[in-house]
């Protein structure tokens, strides 16, 4: 939501601006320097990244039209399953997990919280570690140093398609400049018209230089930047459930081990202790 504020903020404050100095919207209205940009600009992606990342970079541009969704209600939701799933283990024993991690779907823990479902990535990443603790003979330590492997690899990947919008980001001030030099071919070309149609081939040229420079500071750097915010706070995530769940393995009881994974979560989306403790003493999800 806030994306769209900040590119309406953009787009009120770059018009508003031009006409507040008595110029013609027509003037800005270039099509073909957009083609140039935006063609060129969309190339460069596809000759740099495979389809995987590309795929990833408009996945992530929707991701910041939404927002991020570890807010405090989420955690507290995630507070409550891990509560709920370390209390099942505790009193049936670790081995009773075996058929929840085996069918998370299916488990009677976890289907009541399907917005961890919804996250297959994090199952994989729970019930992997819970069934290697089941086997035994895995060492906490080995269990922790899996986790963290685990969250260095996906941080990495979710990294990739950032990196690649803003290689493309920096790109669009030089592709603007390209856009600007054709359009002073063009404008050489008509050397000897008349003097308003010279102008108006200039300033079509000197709005692709316009349009690169705003694409890259106005838009896609924002937008780059937002979802590695959204990135860093899936690792936090990640980091969460890694505590809460290597906490318990190692014998704490459970309302200790959320305790330690509430603990890790950022100050702006960390519920009180109180919060988590109504939480977990609910029925259902939280």
């Known amino acids: 939501m806030f994306a769209i504020i900040g590119i309406l903020v953009v787009f009120g404050a770059i018009i508003g601006g031009y006409l507040m100095e008595q110029g013609k919207m027509l003037v800005l209205y270039q099509p073909a320097e957009l083609v140039i940009i935006g063609g060129s600009a969309v ?3 596809l000759i740099a990244n495979p389809l995987s990342i590309i795929k990833a970079i408009f996945k992530g541009l929707l991701g910041t ?25 505790r009193k049936s024993g670790l081995v009773a997990l075996e058929a929840d991690v085996e069918e998370p779907e299916k488990s009677s823990v976890f289907s009541k919280f399907p917005k961890f479902l919804k996250d297959h990535h994090a199952v994989f990443f729970v019930c ?14 080995d269990l922790d140093q899996m986790m963290e492997a685990d969250m260095d690899v996906h941080h990495h990947e979710q990294s990739l398609p950032v990196n690649a919008l803003t290689t493309v980001g920096d790109a669009l001030p030089g592709l603007g400049i390209v856009a600007a030099v054709l359009g002073v071919v063009i404008t050489m070309g008509a050397l000897g018209g008349p003097p308003e149609e010279i102008g108006h081939k200039v300033a079509a040229a000197l709005v692709g230089t316009f349009l690169g420079i705003l694409l890259c500071y106005g838009f896609v750097g924002p937008l780059a930047s937002n979802i ?31 305790e330690f994974a509430r603990r890790v979560i950022p100050a702006e989306a960390r519920p009180a202790f109180k919060e988590m403790e109504a939480a977990c003493k609910s029925g259902g999800g939280a």
Request: aromatic share 12%; no cysteine.
């Open 43 to 45: 190339g460069t992606l």
């Open 128 to 141: 992997d570690t819970l069934r290697m603790a089941i086997s035994g003979g895995v060492a906490h330590f």
């Open 228 to 258: 590695t915010k959204i990135n860093d706070a899936e690792h936090h995530y990640y980091n969460f459930l890694r505590v809460g769940v290597m906490s318990f393995i190692k014998g704490s009881a459970p309302i200790l081990s959320i």
């Open 65 to 89: 039209l939404s927002g991020s969704k570890y807010t405090k209600v989420f955690y507290l939701e995630q507070l409550k399953m891990l509560n709920d799933l370390f209390t099942h283990a």
